[in-house]
């Protein structure tokens, strides 16, 4: 089937499965983590539809046409849209159809996760491997090494810092890490 809407916007919409169609929470949180979340209204157009002219995609989100390609542009370098060049008939140039990579995102999630799974360990490792200084204000937290060179007093406020017990701290990245590595379990 073709939709023409007017000589140079040409886009074939096929018919799609329901079981191809990219779950809507999972696409707008990989596309927000991934490249942002100016970028989620065009991946979300897209959904659910095939070879998508990227003149239709800036027409319907009213999106100035420069700005509709640099966010399918940072959407396909991190693997969550692809695209067909074909060459206008007509008018001689190129046209670039768009498509979601609906298959990919289950997969893009669970590198986000990694990701953050490692951040968070890395945090707890530097947590459960140091003393922290903390200003009774706390404006600045700080750890051994750097207290000492501050001779214990906070660089914002002069008050003594103090030694901070960060076991609650711990606890909560322990946590953190365990609620993301069930998360992973169930994707
Ligand atoms: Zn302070």
Known sequence: MYLLHNDYKISWVGKISTKMIADKELLKEVVTELVGSEAVDVAMYLRGKTK???FIIAEELELEIHRTRFLLYKLLEHNVVTFVRKKDKIKGWYICYWDLKSNMLNQ????IDKEKIDKLLERLKREQENQFYLCKNACTRTDFDQAIQQ??????????MALQDNQRTIEFLKQRIKDLQKNKGEA
Do not use: V
């Open 151 to 160: 001779n214990f007093k906070c660089p914002e406020c002069g008050q003594l």
């Open 108 to 111: 893009l999630k669970e590198k």
């Open 52 to 54: 998508i002219s990227e």
